[in-house]
């Protein structure tokens, strides 16, 4: 038996017992949705925690003295302290902070429109990452065309890529930076890739004064994130990658490297249901084990590409020396992408979804530097079974 098979077999139990926590998945059982990576399926008890605040304590934040308007106060300061402790803050409100937005994107604009413009120079160098998803990519060209405004000159270049592993070339990353080098924009799951992106050597790379701002959409929810072991300046992330509701995420601050972080603007009333809803998915989160359901995740992409690699009309996107089950390569963090060689992604897509599939098909919001051509994203979860991926193999088989 392999060590996926091995991992999955020693799952089996926990994984049925959270696969019957799904309402949407028991629910549908023709159905297997396959694209956690756009968003995550929620647990019952998220579901119930919203309903419970909304019945029982709806009311705004920070605007009141009643018992209603407490309660709703002292939800969002404790799922404040409750993200950076998921997070591996080991002393929340020290120095960092956490601030509410909307998803991923919102914050990443927020770091870029209200940080970095305060921490920049005339003549400092940023590095980007033009491979990724776009939302780590525009921001910061959106700070520079602010800057330029104001008469600072700011250079970006692109972080490199190893074109072999698809992850960052950190030894060309090394030679590109210079003492100008301000500001390094990083994703630590690639979201079409599927792969731990190695910040510790981009840290190595940039050395101890460089903030690294850390895109984790697709990591946080899916792998334990320890922001001390990462040693970077924030994190942002999307609320609903990680069984919250839409519309909320959070940037992590460190509020050591350059000045503190603080959103512009007035902040008005915050998404107080989907605040609650975050609290308790890093509740369920936590019970369920983030090591727990990495190894879950990494087993089905690791039977996944067995599976893709002994298909002829495949081509997997990514590390090549990753696709057997047995590699000891690092392997996907529970996404996989890939290409039929006859047929287009967009009608592959149709195809698996007449078949009761769920999966993404197009080009994945990359940036400029990214794929060319659209791709079949298929991005699992702890509510996936090797069943379901055996399923679309069989499927994918008969085209």
Same mark, same amino acid.
């Given at each position: 038996?392999t &060590?996926?098979?091995r991992?999955l077999?020693g ?8 696969? $019957?926590?799904f309402? /949407? /998945?028991?629910?549908n ?5 396959l =694209?956690?990576?756009a968003?995550?399926q929620?647990?019952r ?9 909304l ?7 920070g605007?009141?003295t %009643?018992t ?9 300061e ?21 601030? !509410?937005?909307?998803?991923a ?8 429109r209200?940080?970095?413009?305060h ?10 990452? !033009? ?16 800057l330029?405004?104001q008469?600072v000159?700011v ?12 992850d960052?070339?950190h ?33 190595a790379?940039?050395?101890? =004064?460089?903030p ?8 946080v929810g899916?792998?334990?994130?320890d922001?001390? &072991? ?7 992330f ?5 069984m919250? @509701? ?5 940037v992590w ?10 959103p512009?603007?007035?902040?008005? &009333? ?18 369920a084990?983030?090591?727990r359901?990495?190894?879950w995740?990494? $087993? @089905? ?20 020396r990753?696709?057997?089950a ?10 996989? &992408?890939f290409?039929?060689r006859?047929i ?15 999966v993404?098909?197009d080009g ?7 794929? *060319?051509?659209? *791709?079949?994203?298929? *991005?699992?979860?702890? %509510?996936?079974?090797?069943e379901?991926?055996d399923r679309?193999l069989?499927v994918?088989?008969g085209?």
């Open positions: 038996m &060590t996926p098979d991992a077999d799952l089996h139990d926990w994984h049925r017992e959270l696969r $019957a926590q309402p /949407i /998945i028991t629910g059982p023709d159905q297997a949705y =694209d956690s990576a968003t995550s929620k647990p008890a998220v579901l119930d925690t919203v309903q419970r605040y019945t029982s304590a709806n009311a705004n934040a605007r009141g %009643y209603w308007a407490n309660a709703t106060t002292a939800l969002v404790r799922t404040r302290v409750r993200v950076a402790r998921f997070l591996g803050d080991r002393a929340p409100q020290e120095c960092s902070g956490v601030h !509410f937005v909307s998803g994107t919102e914050g990443l604009r927020a770091v870029a209200d940080w970095l413009p921490h920049l120079r005339d003549g400092d160098e940023i590095l980007v990452p !033009f491979a990724d998803h776009q939302a780590n990519a525009l921001p910061w060209l959106e700070a520079r065309q602010l330029a405004r008469g000159h250079t970006v270049r692109e972080l490199p890529y190893d074109p072999a592993s698809h960052y070339d030894r060309a990353l090394a030679r590109l930076v210079t003492p100008r080098t301000a500001f390094v924009a990083a994703t630590h799951v690639h979201h079409v890739y599927g792969g731990d992106m190695n910040v510790h050597r981009i840290r790379a940039v050395g101890p =004064d460089v690294i701002c850390l895109d984790a959409a697709q990591s899916h792998l334990p994130v922001v001390g &072991t990462l040693d970077v300046d924030f994190v942002v999307s609320g609903h990658k990680a919250a @509701l839409p519309g909320t995420g959070a601050a460190r509020n050591t490297r350059g000045p503190e972080f603080a512009g603007g007035w902040t008005g &009333t915050p998404n107080t249901c989907g605040i609650a809803s975050l609290e308790a998915a890093l509740d369920w989160l936590d019970a084990g983030p090591e359901v990495r190894l995740n990494t $087993a @089905l992409a690791a039977r996944l590409t067995e599976g893709l690699r002994r298909l002829a009309p495949y081509e997997v996107l990514g590390c090549q990753s696709l057997a047995d590699s000891e390569v690092q392997r996907r963090e529970g996404i996989v &992408t290409r039929h006859g287009g992604s967009n009608d592959l897509g149709f195809v698996l979804a007449s078949h009761g599939l769920m993404r098909a994945h919001c990359q940036g400029r530097a990214g794929e *060319s051509e659209s *791709s079949v994203r298929v *991005s699992l979860h702890v %509510y996936n079974g090797p379901e991926v679309l069989a994918l088989a085209l």
